[in-house]
């Protein structure tokens, strides 16, 4: 269990799905504070964090974001070497206007026809963490592909976390898929943040996969973003208000 303010265990926590390069590049402050995908990092005081290993897909959905399937036969210019040719087509098939970008709706009609429907919402906070360098509104080949892969080992967690398959993680079961990527949510702080989720019947909340994605970038993401203040690892950082309203604010207002 974490302890003196520490984010995890090095021993319980294998890796977080990583968030894409430009995205560190656009919001990146000081030198030394970023947290390497797969690195083993030792600071002051003894204290460690490691993301260890790739998690595995989970669990034989009809469709599985994320997995390769051998060198692309397409071709299509901007997508890395070896992309599954099923990802490239479905970047083709909503990039109706061939631009080499898409928008919102076209990212959600593409996801969609990989899996399931993801809301406006998650869909608009994908495109914040995994938007162009080159045009901040749409995502082009590479960050599909990216966000693609991401969302496969979302979906690998989500599933091992599931334990009764009912499509659905409860309060417990989100406490511990964050707890395994090294995110020790307070329990305050969790309850906070499943009863964003509230439909006010009164049943037991319960996340689908769109709103766990959702709700684990966003904790991963402001998580990450706060430890490049935390150099120590020792769970304080002192930050000035300038940069606490920088690190919160694009996740509060990009996507609604």
């Not at 504070?33 to 797969?38: F, I, L, R």
């Not at 599933?159 to 499509?167: A, I, L, N, T, V």
């Not at 406490?175 to 037991?204: E, F, H, M, N, T």
Request: neutral net charge; aromatic residues 12%.
């Amino acid at each position: 269990m974490a302890s003196n303010g520490k984010y995890g265990s090095p021993s319980y926590a294998p890796s977080a799905p990583s968030l894409p390069e430009s995205y560190g590049q656009q919001y990146s402050q000081g030198s030394g504070g970023s947290y390497g995908h797969g690195q083993q990092h030792s600071q002051g005081n003894g204290g460690s964090y490691s993301y260890g290993q790739q998690h595995s897909q989970g669990n034989g959905g009809s469709y599985s974001y994320g997995q390769q399937q051998g060198p692309s036969s397409y071709g299509h210019s901007g997508f890395p070497p070896g992309t599954d040719p099923a990802v490239i087509s479905s970047f083709q098939m909503v990039d109706r206007d061939r631009s080499g970008f898409i928008d919102e709706n076209e990212l959600q009609q593409a996801l969609s026809s990989g899996y399931q429907k993801f809301s406006l919402r998650t869909i608009r906070l994908l495109i914040f963490l995994f938007k162009s360098p080159n045009d901040p509104l749409r995502v082009g080949p590479k960050e599909f592909a990216a966000l693609w892969t991401c969302l496969g080992q979302w979906r690998g967690i989500f599933e091992r976390y599931d334990k009764d398959r009912s499509g659905k993680i409860d309060l417990m079961e989100l406490r511990d898929a964050l707890y395994s990527l090294g995110l020790a949510i307070p329990p305050s702080v969790l309850q906070l943040l499943i009863s964003k989720y509230d439909d006010g019947s009164g049943r037991r909340v319960e996340l689908n996969f769109d709103s766990f994605v959702e709700c684990g970038m966003i904790v991963k993401g402001l998580t990450d973003k706060f430890k490049e203040k935390d150099l120590r690892y020792t769970g304080s950082a002192t930050i000035n208000y300038d940069t606490f309203m920088s690190m919160v604010i694009p996740f509060l207002v990009s996507y609604n």
